[in-house]
């Protein structure tokens, strides 16, 4: 685990950006661990965007150059010397958007579930969080997830092949856009992909909490609702809604487990199309004195349609022989 702050002093409507650089890494205590945990949950609270880096013909620009010469050396002085770097890079795009305010700037490295995330948090000098002139952290209160301004989580295992979502991140105002600027990144939409992951996710949720069949159906059908509703009402779906849209009564323990970073969904993201949907309920026909019903994710390839016939693949020994009895 890795902790350093710097202060980004700026007047709002004003062009000028001081950087005040924390010179050592905070040293590793219950303060700065369960700041880090905190930052984390601010973030899935916050409904992350999936990102990834720009590469203009291939170029990487300026943040993940001084990132990439980090991963390839992890040291203490090198993780300084990146944070250094990115504070006055995140400073020269403050001076261009006068609307923008100071703050601390966070670089917080950790590992969770085998991956190194990188952190890199702008906080508002309210956000109850306590640093001294040193920028030691002193003290943490319970974080204000308001005065969260803007963040990025780094997949530091992704970061060379820079998949989609290799990158999240969260904009308090606008969208951000001289922070992606800093970051040099780019935000994707890919909702088939989030649908394959939180429909992942949500069967791994049920299996921890020992769902039975019937509830584990229920929980998909149930998030397949909120899909359509988002859809209807021309909505982004978020995780944040999907945890009220289920457990209205007690949406956090959910909310933070969907949004571990092991399951890589982004928090903010377009309603998938209706094909990508269909997994999270069964096919079900029900006419003309037949009824059909299975489940797409187990039998939607072993199902075939030759001519006037509906051909079944690999039929269960029980359905052979029930069907085999049935015309005696």
Request: aromatic share 8%; net charge neutral.
């Amino acid at each position: 685990m890795k902790i350093i702050a710097h202060s980004l002093v700026k007047v709002q409507h004003t062009a000028a950006c001081d950087v005040i650089l924390g010179d050592k890494i905070i040293a590793e205590s219950e303060a700065s661990t369960g700041f880090i945990q905190q930052l984390r949950t601010a973030i899935t609270k916050h409904n992350p965007l999936a990102a990834k880096f720009r590469r203009p013909e291939g170029a990487k620009l300026a943040f993940e150059q001084r990132l990439a010469d980090y991963i390839s050396n992890k040291s203490d002085p090198n993780f300084v010397a990146l944070s250094h770097s990115g504070a006055r890079l995140l400073a020269l795009e403050m001076e261009k958007e006068t609307a923008t305010s100071g703050g601390y700037l966070v670089f917080a490295e950790h590992e969770h579930a085998g991956e190194n995330l990188l952190l890199v948090v702008l906080l508002s000098t309210r956000a109850r969080a306590r640093f001294d002139d040193s920028l030691d952290l002193k003290s943490v209160d319970t974080l204000d997830v308001e005065h969260i301004r803007h963040a990025g989580r780094i997949r530091l295992s992704e970061v060379d092949a820079n998949p989609d979502g290799c990158v999240h991140m969260i904009a308090r105002s606008s969208d951000g856009l001289f922070f992606k600027e800093f970051l040099g990144i780019e935000t994707i939409e890919n909702p088939a992909v989030q649908a394959n992951r939180l429909h992942r996710t949500l069967g791994k949720w049920a299996d921890d909490k020992k769902y039975n069949k019937d509830r584990k159906e229920s929980l998909y059908l149930r998030s397949y609702s909120y899909w359509k509703d988002c859809k209807a009402n021309g909505l982004n779906m978020t995780l944040g809604g999907l945890a009220n849209y289920l457990f209205p009564d007690e949406p956090d323990s959910f909310l933070n487990y969907i949004g571990l970073e092991e399951h890589n969904l982004a928090g903010t993201f377009s309603p998938p199309a209706p094909h990508s949907m269909k997994q999270f309920v069964k096919f079900a026909f029900d006419n003309s004195g037949l009824r059909l019903e299975f489940d797409r994710n187990k039998w939607g390839k072993k199902v075939t349609v030759s001519g006037t016939s509906v051909i079944i693949r690999h039929a269960p020994d029980s359905l052979r022989e029930m069907i085999a009895e049935e015309l005696k």
